[in-house]
């Protein structure tokens, strides 16, 4: 059954760094289009950074831009989201997710993607940044 898991979550002081890794089964991350998205309590989950893995481009949300890096894994089937510089507005359930970059209505260079346009959701990570 394909299906994408995260791991890497946890506490960090305000400052500090995390990686996360989203990891997928039952298909490989050729030509698809990895999307991490974040929810923070009593907030609406937002995109966060994209990866499309055909043309190797990605895309960041301006919050985290300078601060995260999305890449893939050399020959694993894993694609990591650096974090650095975490702040608390940073704390919140991290979410993996991917689809068929060559679908119609793919996207990511040009904008990050909506999460209902994804095909594999994670259960998510959660990230705490404390002050």
């Known amino acids: 059954q394909p299906r994408v898991a995260e791991s890497g979550g946890g506490s960090v002081q305000s400052g500090g760094s995390l990686r996360l890794a989203c990891t997928v089964y039952?298909?490989?991350?050729?030509?698809?289009?990895i999307a991490w998205f974040r929810q923070a309590p009593g907030k609406e989950r937002e995109g966060v950074s994209c990866?499309?893995?055909?043309?190797?481009?990605?895309n960041y949300a301006e919050s985290v831009k300078g601060r995260f890096t999305i890449s893939r894994g050399d020959g694993e089937n894993v694609v990591y989201l650096q974090m650095d510089n975490l702040s608390p507005d940073d704390t919140g359930v991290y979410y993996c997710t991917a689809r068929n970059q060559r679908r119609a209505g793919a996207r990511c260079s040009s904008a990050l993607p909506g999460y209902g346009d994804m095909d594999y959701r994670g259960k998510g990570t959660l990230v705490t940044v404390s002050s």
């Open positions: 039952g298909f490989t991350l050729d030509y698809r289009i």
């Open positions: 990866l499309a893995t055909g043309a190797g481009s990605t």
